[in-house]
């Protein structure tokens, strides 16, 4: 299993609107960094369902559902998508200013890179930001 963090504008679309829908693919992906992550992303894979902007937080688990697919928002054949279900939302958000004081996430691709919206995350780095939430 790999994991992964995923980023939205809430005004946009937001962890509630993932939930309501129960199912939904993630498009408008239109950075080819991003797009590759998406196109290594497989079943089971989960991601961190992260609040950009304003609220820049981790606010819930995702998990991929799908493999990737052909974006249904565009006739460009180099994007995809893939599709994501809500698993879990975080007992309290983690916010990027949490994720910056913990030493051990400092090499975090969020961190280092924290345009790019979809992004891996090491798996140590994932269950750190659980138990962060449930602290």
Request: proline share 5%.
């Amino acid at each position: 299993m790999n994991y992964w963090l995923i980023k939205s504008e809430p005004n946009t679309y937001s962890w509630d609107d993932l939930v309501k829908l129960g199912k939904d693919h993630w498009d408008g992906v239109r950075n080819y960094q991003a797009r590759n992550n998406m196109k290594a992303m497989k079943p089971g894979d989960l991601a961190l369902f992260y609040h950009s902007v304003k609220e820049k937080s981790v606010v819930g688990i995702a998990e991929c559902a799908s493999e990737f697919y052909q974006d249904p928002t565009t006739d460009d054949d180099r994007w995809v998508v893939v599709d994501f279900v809500p698993k879990e939302k975080l007992k309290k958000p983690v916010t990027l200013d949490d994720i910056k004081a913990v030493p051990e996430l400092s090499e975090m691709v969020l961190v280092k890179n924290s345009r790019l919206s979809v992004q891996p995350v090491k798996k140590e780095e994932f269950d750190k930001i659980i138990a962060m939430s449930e602290a």
